[in-house]
């Protein structure tokens, strides 16, 4: 698997990978992932929901070679123009605090929190490292899905770090289809990630299946 930088790092961790899948499976609770989440995430555990996913590849069982993320920034960065940027837009808002604009990054479909126990779940989170993985897409006759894999390197307030490897699932209608005169845009609409013991083992459960 092919990694690259993230544009971000800095601040409280939420959640979750996905998996690449045709349709969404919204009955299970999504949450933000506490720092301080068990190994295995489940649906108790702060979570966005998964789905039904793709067979992984050969590549996708191998121990990707990470590239370094950029500085920490705190410049606000709010583009939904890709799935890896709209991630990335997604941590910059909770990286900032702005819990409501992160929020508002996922879908109104998904299981979603309400945005108080969303904001809770980054009580202790100081800073968040965030490296992708290759995306991949399946495209329908007017539905754009992508499945991110992530890896996240969590600095809690307590100056702990904690690791988390997982997959995030976007969702955007085509606005051709949509047929509003403000189509809504992509989306996160759910996410799973488990929890590891270093970074490197955080970056092998980083495969959206």
């Not at 971000?8 to 979750?16: D, E, G, H, I, K």
């Not at 920490?72 to 799935?83: E, G, Y």
Request: with cysteine; aromatic share 8%.
């Amino acid at each position: 698997m092919r990694w690259f930088s993230t544009l971000m790092c800095a601040a409280l961790l939420p959640c979750a990978a996905l998996t690449a899948c045709n349709r969404p499976d919204r009955n299970e609770p999504v949450q933000p992932i506490a720092s301080n989440a068990p190994s295995v995430v489940t649906p108790e555990a702060p979570v966005a929901p998964s789905t039904d996913a793709a067979e992984p590849s050969d590549k996708d069982a191998t121990d990707p070679a990470p590239v370094a993320d950029a500085a920490p920034t705190r410049t606000k960065l709010d583009d939904r123009s890709t799935a890896v940027n709209l991630i990335r837009s997604y941590y910059n808002a909770i990286n900032r605090h702005e819990y409501s604009r992160a929020h508002d990054y996922w879908n109104e479909g998904s299981a979603v929190q309400p945005l108080a126990d969303f904001k809770r779940g980054f009580s202790d989170t100081a800073f968040v490292d965030v490296e992708f993985g290759e995306v991949t897409s399946d495209a329908g006759m007017s539905q754009r899905w992508s499945s991110v894999p992530v890896v996240l390197s969590v600095t809690t307030t307590a100056g702990q770090t904690r690791w988390f490897g997982g997959c995030y699932v976007t969702h955007l209608t085509i606005p051709e289809v949509q047929n509003t005169p403000t189509p809504e845009p992509m989306s996160i609409d759910r996410a799973k990630m488990t929890a590891a013991g270093n970074l490197s083992a955080a970056r092998k459960l980083a495969i959206c299946t």
